[in-house]
């Protein structure tokens, strides 16, 4: 079937002549896999960041995955997370048997609530079966589970607050692990997103604020955690390991040299990139001030630098989202409902018997939500075009 045609793309990488000129020359040398171009990108991480160790990976949810392994999290373990994301966050949890426990995220900015974070830990630490039935799934397993780590994500590019994450996870021992794959160079109180946790991911497919074509990438100041996210990317070699010796059950999660190079050529223009897409988001916010019915996104006092990844608007409860995204998709605007919650997702549902009702905030959020097309490369007059359609879809 021929792809749809649409007036303005979804989304759009911002590839230019240097990132082509990176990415041919690397055909030209003996170094597809495992040469200096993994390097490069990984240090121009530690520049960027100020993290100790960079590991580039093949995508983000390879990162994340590679993280949960490295803080020895498996079956019977529980990690505090949110239903409101990409299914990748919950997933990584789920493929080492161990068990999400959801929480409800705060209804403005869509992140996980700290304070729910913090009775959850609580009430789960507390021995008193009852009180950790209130947090389990209704469909679980076993009777005893022992609470590992908490992994917030920074929804849509906006750092969730980690001032009390951060206190939570250290009164309780649990890992920190920061999904950060939607918020490249997003700023929590002027520190970079990532650098909350004991890790921090990101991810580079083509909508992202870099691309390398599929890839992520891993930042942590930990030395131990370092060495085994290396090691587990590479088949489970560890340092001193033979080409054909495996210290670890690992896996083939390596970025390669053609991904690496483009993630080169794109970090020397970061803050180039994140700029064009505050120009976009600013044209939104700007079309969209008086638009009746439509709410914008919220920007927390505590975000001192938004990284657009997504642009996402949330329609007032008057209107059926699903029929306004029919009626621009009919219009040649392709929109998302970004984001479907996570527990009622097929697979949930069937694993773990989550209902309508359960994150309830989750629920409101994901059913009013609506991506408008989004990219750095945006003109104004797309932007227009975008906002003129969705007021008649409103309006009809
Ligand atoms: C919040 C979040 N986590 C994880 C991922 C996974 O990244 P990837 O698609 O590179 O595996 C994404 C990707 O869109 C994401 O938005």
């Known amino acids: 079937m021929a792809a749809k045609k649409y007036l303005v793309p979804m989304s759009r990488p911002d ?3 240097d990132d082509q000129q990176a990415v041919l020359e690397t055909l030209q040398t003996n170094y597809l896999s495992i040469g200096p171009r993994i390097q490069a990108f990984e240090q121009s991480f530690l520049d960027y960041t100020g993290a ?18 490295a803080a020895g999290i498996s079956e019977g373990d529980l990690v505090i997370t949110t239903p409101f994301s990409f299914v990748s966050s919950t997933n990584v949890i789920l493929f080492e048997h161990a068990v999400p426990v959801f929480v409800d995220v705060d209804p403005k900015t869509g992140n ?10 609580a009430d789960i630490t507390s021995n008193d079966p009852e009180k950790l039935n209130k947090w389990l799934p209704r469909k679980h397993t076993k009777k005893t589970y022992s609470l590992k780590a908490i992994l917030p994500v920074d929804v849509y590019g906006q750092p969730a607050d980690y001032d009390l994450l951060q206190e939570t996870a250290g009164d309780y021992g649990l890992t920190l692990i920061e999904d950060s794959c939607e918020a490249l160079g997003a700023e929590y109180k002027h520190k970079k997103a990532g650098r909350f946790g004991n890790f921090g991911v990101f991810a580079f497919y083509p909508n992202k604020q870099i691309t390398t074509g599929e890839g992520g990438l891993v930042i942590t100041d930990d030395d131990h955690y370092a060495n085994m996210v290396r090691a587990l990317r590479n088949q489970g070699r560890a340092p001193g390991d033979t080409w054909l010796q495996h210290t670890y059950l690992g896996y083939n999660y390596r970025l390669d040299e053609l991904s690496a190079a483009l993630g080169v050529s794109q970090m020397k223009r970061i803050n180039k990139l994140l700029e064009k897409r505050d120009r976009v988001a600013n044209w939104y916010n700007t079309k969209l001030d008086a638009m009746s019915g439509v709410e914008k996104p919220f920007i927390s006092p505590n975000t001192t630098k938004m990284s657009w990844f997504v642009y996402v608007i949330r329609l007032d409860k008057r209107f059926d989202r699903d029929k306004v995204a029919e009626k621009l998709d009919r219009e040649g ?30 629920e409101n959020l994901g059913g009013r939500s609506l991506a408008l097309p989004f990219s750095g490369k945006m003109t104004e007059s797309q932007v227009d075009l975008v906002c003129t359609k969705l007021s008649k879809c409103l309006r009809d």
């Open 15 to 17: 590839i230019n002549g």
């Open 112 to 121: 996980i609530d700290p304070l729910q974070v913090k009775q959850a830990a």
């Open 52 to 69: 100790s160790h960079a590991i580039g990976v093949n995508s983000g949810t390879s990162g994340l995955h590679l993280c949960v392994r």
């Open 333 to 362: 605007i392709p929109v998302r409902p970004y984001f479907l919650p996570i527990h009622l997702q097929p697979y949930m549902v069937n694993q773990f018997g989550y209902r309508s009702g359960d994150y309830p905030v989750t």
